[in-house]
């Protein structure tokens, strides 16, 4: 069964946006409110990479690649992560997916599809 459901993602052209959802499917509120979440990307032939994070407190992270561009946010009453994404790049193409921090391996969802072409 599908633990996170992302979606929000498409094809953009260079210094578009896009605003990216996940829904913690399968996480209850006490758990999923004090758990710090996280957005990562993966692009094709690449690593998987943490990119944004934000705790409980709702304090936030992000790779140097996205600081400046991308924010994070949480909305506990809905279980669910957002990724705001502005200015993107071709290098920020790649599938999103939202975990918790650290990543639980057996939880990945099947992401969502970032292209930035144009």
């Known amino acids: 069964q599908v633990h996170f459901l992302e979606s929000g993602g498409g094809l953009v052209q260079p210094g578009e946006s896009l605003r990216l959802s996940c829904r913690a499917a399968?996480?209850?509120?006490?758990?999923?409110?004090?758990?710090?979440m996280g957005w990562y990307r993966q692009a094709p032939e690449k690593q998987r990479e943490l990119v944004a994070t934000?705790?409980?407190?709702?304090?936030?992270n992000y790779a140097d690649s996205v600081k400046g561009r991308f924010t994070i946010s949480r909305d506990n009453a809905r279980k669910s992560v957002y990724l705001q994404m502005n200015s993107l790049k071709s290098e920020d193409t790649a599938v999103y997916y939202c975990?918790?921090?650290?990543?639980?391996?057996?939880?990945w969802g099947q992401g969502t599809q970032v292209t930035v072409s144009g």
């Open positions: 934000i705790t409980g407190g709702r304090t936030t």
């Open positions: 399968r996480m209850i509120t006490s758990t999923f409110n004090p758990a710090s």
């Open positions: 975990n918790t921090v650290p990543a639980s391996d057996e939880k």
